[in-house]
């Protein structure tokens, strides 16, 4: 099946600072990959979908000079947290489509940002 | 109000009985329903989709779906302390997933 790979799996930093996390889609040409957020006990939530080519679009209340998103190639997106402080700290997930299965949506392993 | 509701649980039931879990949606336009399992700090795994009412049968597991009441279940038999997690109702509307908060399930063995 589809195998989207997402680095790194866990990333601290300092506040302040930027964090660039990888997704990418190993055998499969992904046109669309969304990004998804998880706090503690929570669901899932969309903040994005990227788009090869293209912006990406931000949910509303997703900062979307605060969470960077470029998908510059039809297997790669790439989400960066920049001046990341402490309520940014959560599970991030992405997620592709491969496009010969219409239901065939697979998700990367995640990464687990800390922030301190 | 929410596009997905799911009981957060937490449920149990003993190893070998059969666990059900349970989801509404809100939007009739909604197309395609998909169960996912979730293990602690792992991401979402895609267990069943189902688009068209009734029942879909996939080894222990089943999905019903009934578009009228706008609810989607999961059936788990002979359920196993390996299928314990926490168990995500998603809906999608057009591109977009609409996830639920997830029903955590423990089995007893």
């Known amino acids: 099946g589809a195998v989207v790979s997402q680095h790194p799996s866990w990333v601290i930093c300092k506040s302040g600072t930027s964090v660039k996390i990888e997704c990418r889609s190993l055998d499969f040409q992904a046109t669309t990959m969304f990004w998804y957020r998880q706090f503690p006990k929570q669901s899932l939530m969309l903040m994005a979908t990227s788009n090869e080519g293209s912006k990406a679009t931000h949910e509303q209340g997703v900062e979307k000079d605060k969470f960077l998103i470029n998908h510059a190639s039809l297997t790669l997106s790439t989400l960066t947290v920049t001046s990341a402080h402490p309520e940014d700290s959560s599970f991030y997930i992405c997620?592709?489509?491969?496009?010969?299965?219409?239901?065939?949506?697979?998700f990367g392993s995640g990464t687990r940002l800390t922030v301190v | 109000q929410k596009e997905v509701e799911q009981n957060s649980g937490p449920l149990s039931v003993p190893e070998g009985a059969i666990a059900s879990l349970n989801c509404t949606y809100s939007d009739r336009g909604s197309q395609s329903f998909f169960w996912y399992r979730q293990y602690s700090g792992k991401s979402p795994e895609l267990i069943m989709f189902i688009y068209s009412n009734g029942d879909k049968e996939d080894g222990r597991f089943t999905a019903q779906l009934n578009k009228a009441s706008q609810y989607v279940s999961l059936l788990i038999r002979d359920s196993q302390p390996s299928d314990s997690a926490t168990y995500l109702c998603a809906v999608n509307i057009g591109n977009q997933f609409y996830f639920g908060t997830g029903t955590s399930l423990t089995v007893i063995p």
């Open positions: 997620s592709a489509r491969d496009p010969r299965d219409f239901y065939g949506y697979t």
